[in-house]
C-alpha cells in the first residue's frame, strides 16, 4: 500500500475548494468536473466517465461486484463565497467552502483508491445538496452491481461512523377552500387558512417520539387579500424516521387525512425522498473495519445522504468514512489535515479486506 503524503492531499484539496461548484450552476460544475478529471488521471491513471454533471471512475478489468464509493462534489456555497470566506490553512485546520462537506472526502477517496487494486467503482455526484433528484437513477444502478457502498460524507464528532441515518420524507399539503367578501358575508366562504390551521394539528399528530419519527410543517402560506376569506392555503412537510416501516405509516397516514371544514378540499402530495439507513445495513461493515484496528465510535444520525438510497436496497452501506472535522453548511466549515491521510488509507486497507474476504 503506497504511502499517503498530506502536502499531496492538501494540494488537491486547494484545487477542488477553488473550484466553486454551487449545485445550481452548470457551468461551475463543469469546471469543477474538469478538476476531478485531472486528479483522476494524475493518481488513478483514467479520467471518470461523464453521465450528465455526474462522475462514475471504474477499476479497470473484471469487476466482480466490486465496491462503490459514494461520494459528491457540489456545495450548498453560491458561487463568488470564496471572496469572503477563501480557502486557509492555519494550525493544522483547512477552511474554506465545501472544504468539509465533502470536498475532503473526495480527496481522500480519490488517494485511497490510488493506493489499491481492488475493484472499485468511484460515483461523485453534483446534485446531493438538491436532494439527489437527477442522480439517484445512477446510484441505485452501481448500488445493486456491488457488494458493498462506502460512503465519503463528513465523519461524526470525533471521526465517528454512521451506522444509521434516519429517512427523510417531504409533503406538499394545498387546501382548497372558497372565497367569500370577509366584511360582508364571511359566512358564505370556506376558510382555507382554518382548515390549514385544523391539518397542521392533524399532520403534528402523526409523530411519534418513542420511535423517534419526528413530523414537523416547516413553510405554510395561503389568502390573496386582506378582505377576502381565503380559498387557497398550502404547507410543507418534513418528517424523519428510523425505520422503513415508519416511512410506511406516515405516507399512509399523510395520503388518508381528510378535510375537517365542510366545503373544504385537501390534496396532498410527495413522500419518502431517501428511505432510513437501517443499523443492520452498517454493522457488519463498521465490526469489518475494527477488525482491521480501526477502533472509531458509530453513531446513528438524523439527517441523510445518498447511502439512505443504497441501504435501502438492501446493499451493506457504511457512512461518515469522509473527512474529520465540522461545520458542515457554515463560515466555521474545516477539517482537520492529519486526519486525512488517516482516513485515506483506512478507506484503502477496507477495499483490500473485502476484495480479498469476498
Known amino acids: 500500500m503506497g504511502a499517503f503524503g498530506l502536502d499531496e492531499m492538501?494540494?488537491?484539496?486547494?484545487?477542488?475548494?477553488?473550484?466553486?461548484?454551487?449545485?445550481?450552476?452548470?457551468?461551475?460544475?463543469?469546471?469543477?468536473?474538469?478538476v476531478v478529471d485531472d486528479l483522476c488521471e494524475r493518481l488513478l491513471g483514467t479520467a471518470p466517465e461523464h453521465e450528465g454533471p455526474h462522475l462514475v471512475w471504474r477499476r479497470p478489468g473484471d469487476h466482480d461486484r466490486p465496491v462503490l464509493l459514494l461520494g459528491h462534489y457540489d456545495t450548498v456555497w453560491p458561487l463568488g463565497t470564496l471572496a469572503g470566506f477563501p480557502f486557509e490553512v492555519a494550525?493544522?485546520?483547512?477552511?474554506?467552502?465545501?472544504?468539509?462537506?465533502?470536498?475532503?472526502?473526495?480527496?481522500?477517496?480519490?488517494?485511497?483508491?490510488?493506493?489499491?487494486?481492488?475493484?472499485?467503482?468511484?460515483v461523485l455526484t453534483a446534485d446531493e445538496e438538491l436532494g439527489s433528484p437527477a442522480s439517484r437513477l445512477l446510484i441505485e444502478r452501481e448500488a445493486k452491481a456491488a457488494r458493498a457502498v462506502l460512503v465519503l460524507e463528513?465523519?461524526?464528532?470525533?471521526?465517528?461512523?454512521?451506522?444509521?441515518?434516519?429517512?427523510?420524507?417531504?409533503?406538499?399539503?394545498e387546501i382548497e377552500g372558497r372565497a367569500a367578501h370577509a366584511g360582508l358575508e364571511p359566512e358564505r366562504g370556506v376558510n382555507a387558512l382554518d382548515e390549514l390551521a385544523n391539518q397542521i394539528k392533524a399532520i403534528h399528530a402523526l409523530a411519534d417520539s418513542?420511535?423517534?419519527?419526528?413530523?414537523?410543517?416547516?413553510?405554510?402560506?395561503?389568502?390573496?387579500?386582506?378582505?377576502?376569506?381565503?380559498?387557497?392555503?398550502?404547507?410543507?412537510?418534513?418528517?424523519?424516521?428510523?425505520?422503513?416501516?415508519?416511512?410506511?405509516?406516515?405516507e399512509r397516514e399523510m395520503e388518508a387525512l381528510p378535510p375537517?371544514?365542510?366545503?373544504?378540499?385537501?390534496?396532498?402530495?410527495?413522500?419518502?425522498?431517501?428511505?432510513?439507513?437501517?443499523?443492520?445495513?452498517?454493522e457488519a461493515l463498521y465490526e469489518r473495519l475494527r477488525g482491521l484496528g480501526y477502533d472509531l465510535p458509530a453513531i446513528a444520525v438524523g439527517g441523510g445522504s445518498d447511502?439512505?438510497?443504497?441501504?435501502?436496497?438492501?446493499?451493506?452501506?457504511?457512512?461518515?468514512?469522509?473527512?474529520?472535522?465540522?461545520g458542515a453548511h457554515a463560515r466555521r466549515e474545516h477539517v482537520v489535515l492529519d486526519e486525512m491521510p488517516r482516513r485515506a488509507e483506512m478507506v484503502a486497507r477496507l477495499l483490500d479486506d473485502l476484495a480479498a474476504g469476498g
Request: charge should be neutral; hydrophobic fraction near 40%; glycine fraction near 14%.
Open 307 to 326: 447511502g439512505n438510497f443504497t441501504a435501502t436496497l438492501g446493499i451493506p452501506t457504511l457512512d461518515g468514512l469522509g473527512a474529520v472535522g465540522d
Open 260 to 282: 375537517i371544514l365542510p366545503g373544504a378540499k385537501v390534496r396532498v402530495t410527495g413522500g419518502v425522498n431517501r428511505g432510513p439507513m437501517e443499523r443492520a445495513a452498517g
Open 154 to 173: 463528513p465523519s461524526g464528532p470525533g471521526g465517528a461512523l454512521k451506522i444509521a441515518r434516519k429517512g427523510v420524507a417531504h409533503w406538499r399539503m
Open 210 to 250: 418513542e420511535a423517534g419519527t419526528s413530523v414537523t410543517v416547516t413553510r405554510a402560506g395561503g389568502g390573496s387579500a386582506p378582505n377576502v376569506v381565503a380559498e387557497s392555503a398550502w404547507c410543507v412537510v418534513d418528517a424523519r424516521m428510523w425505520t422503513n416501516a415508519e416511512g410506511e405509516r406516515l
Open 10 to 34: 492538501l494540494a488537491d484539496l486547494r484545487r477542488l475548494v477553488e473550484a466553486e461548484s454551487p449545485s445550481t450552476d452548470p457551468e461551475a460544475l463543469r469546471a469543477c468536473a474538469e
Open 91 to 122: 494550525e493544522g485546520i483547512a477552511r474554506g467552502p465545501g472544504v468539509y462537506d465533502m470536498k475532503a472526502g473526495v480527496v481522500q477517496a480519490l488517494h485511497g483508491l490510488a493506493s489499491t487494486t481492488a475493484p472499485a467503482v468511484l
